[in-house]
């Protein structure tokens, strides 16, 4: 029998399943420096969609179990993040705000950059890396029309 191998360990490109579940947090955040209306403190619903895939030779009729990879999603992005405010613990002015916030009780969720859309889609793909083995792809959902997408190479 034929051992399953997971896309993202070949680097290859064939015929694959991807599977894909979304979880949703809300959070503050604020882009310091930003030119627009984010260098406001504001916030998102965000939707994360966690992507994963498997070569369709490997012979299983099931990638990965939704129900699980729901749990490991909400356990590594949703619990962390969810009713926080996110900041970026080189910002000296995100760095108060959260003092603040934390000192009010409040959660806080630190980051060591900026929180944009992009950063936060790498991040979460590395955070989620280790638990979930053929992970492709983890999209971060800021509105309705607008995301940032981080995918293995
Ligand atoms: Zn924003």
């Keep these: 029998m034929r ?4 896309v ?3 680097n290859l490109t064939y015929d694959m399943t991807t599977v894909t579940k979304t979880v949703k ?3 503050a955040h604020v882009l310091t420096n930003h030119q627009g209306l ?3 403190l504001h916030g998102h ?3 994360v969609d966690v992507s994963v895939a498997q070569d369709d030779g490997a012979g299983g009729d099931m990638v990965i179990d939704f129900k699980d990879l729901k749990r490991i999603a909400e356990e590594v992005v949703s619990s ?3 009713h926080a405010f996110i900041f970026n613990t080189d910002s000296p002015g995100e760095r108060e705000i959260a003092a603040v916030v934390e000192r009010n009780g409040m959660r806080v969720a630190p980051i060591p950059f900026r929180s944009t859309a992009e950063n936060l889609s790498r991040l979460f793909f590395d955070d989620l890396k280790p638990r979930i083995p053929g992970l492709v ?3 971060v959902w800021e509105t309705a029309d607008s995301c940032a997408e981080y995918r293995a190479g």
Excluded: G, I
């Design 3 to 6: 051992k399953p191998r997971l």
């Design 80 to 82: 962390r993040f969810d």
């Design 45 to 47: 619903t965000y939707r």
């Design 25 to 27: 947090f809300d959070a």
């Design 137 to 139: 792809a983890v999209k």
């Design 8 to 10: 993202a360990d070949l």
């Design 38 to 40: 984010c260098k406001n």
